[in-house]
C-alpha cells in the first residue's frame, strides 16, 4: 500500500514560532503537493514539487516555504506563523499523471 | 485562469437513491485529466473516479460514473444506490495541461445520505 504520512496530526503552535510540516512518501513519486484547506475554499495548493530541489509556486504560497533534499521528503515551513494560518494541511505525492495519495491531514492551531 | 468550480456546497441523498455531483472547470488546453476524489470524515482522501480528456468515453467504477462534457467543460458525478458510506466531501479536480502535474481542486461539495 502507498503510503504518505504526516508527522503530526494535530499541532498548537505560538504566533511568530517557526513551524515545520513534514511529509514523506514511501511510493519514489516524483510529484509532491502541499495543500491547505478551509472550509468553503476547497483544497488550496500552496506549493508543489516535481522532483528534488524543484518547486513550484502554487496558488497561496505567501507566508510559506518549501523543502525537499530528498525524494521521499518534502517539508512545508510557516517562517513566522500567523493566526490566519490556522488550518487544515494536506501533504500528497503522485507519479505523473496517476492519482495522487494523500496523508490523514495535520490540523494547525496558531494562538 | 486554471480553475475547477463546483456550484453545490451541499447535497442530501436517501440510501438507495441516485445522486448527481456538479462539476465545471477552465482551461484553454485540450489534453487534461480529471478526477472526483472523495474525504470521508476521517480527512483521509481516496480517489473515486478519473478521466482522461482525450477519451470521449465516461468512465466508471461500480456504481460511480461520470458525465464528460468537454465542449462544456462539464465533468459530473453520478453515484447510483447510494450507501451510507458515501456520507463524505466529494471534491472534483484536474491537471490541466500535458505539461504540468500541478493538480488542482474545487471547492468541494459535502454530501450526506439518509437511511
Known amino acids: 500500500d502507498v503510503k504518505v504520512t504526516q508527522s503530526s496530526r494535530y499541532l498548537v503552535k505560538r504566533t511568530g514560532e517557526k513551524v515545520f510540516l513534514e511529509c514523506v512518501q514511501d511510493m519514489d513519486h516524483e510529484n509532491m503537493f502541499w495543500y491547505r484547506q478551509d472550509p468553503g475554499l476547497g483544497l488550496r495548493l500552496i506549493y508543489f514539487s516535481y522532483d528534488v530541489k524543484m518547486k513550484e509556486k502554487g496558488d497561496i504560497p505567501e507566508g510559506y516555504s518549501v523543502s525537499r533534499e530528498k525524494k521521499e521528503r518534502f517539508s512545508l515551513i510557516l517562517e513566522s506563523a500567523s493566526t490566519n494560518q490556522t488550518s487544515m494541511y494536506l501533504c500528497?505525492?503522485?507519479?505523473?499523471?496517476?492519482?495522487?495519495?494523500f496523508g490523514q491531514g495535520t490540523r494547525l492551531t496558531v494562538v | 485562469a486554471q480553475t475547477v468550480t463546483q456550484s453545490q456546497p451541499e447535497m442530501s441523498v436517501q440510501e438507495a437513491e441516485t445522486v448527481t455531483l456538479s462539476c465545471t472547470y477552465d482551461t484553454s488546453e485540450s489534453n487534461y485529466y480529471l478526477f472526483w476524489y472523495k474525504q470521508p470524515p476521517s480527512r483521509q482522501m481516496i480517489l473515486v473516479i478519473r478521466?482522461?480528456?482525450?477519451?470521449?468515453q465516461n468512465a466508471t467504477e461500480n456504481r460511480f460514473s461520470v458525465n464528460f462534457q468537454k465542449a462544456a467543460k462539464s465533468f459530473s458525478l453520478k453515484i447510483s444506490d447510494s450507501q451510507l458510506g458515501d456520507t463524505a466531501m466529494y471534491f472534483c479536480?484536474?491537471?490541466?495541461?500535458?505539461?504540468?502535474?500541478?493538480?488542482?481542486f474545487g471547492t468541494g461539495t459535502r454530501l450526506q445520505v439518509f437511511p
Open positions: 478521466q482522461e480528456a482525450y477519451k470521449q
Open positions: 479536480a484536474f491537471i490541466p495541461s500535458y505539461n504540468t502535474d500541478k493538480l488542482i
Open positions: 500528497a505525492s503522485s507519479s505523473r499523471p496517476a492519482e495522487a495519495f
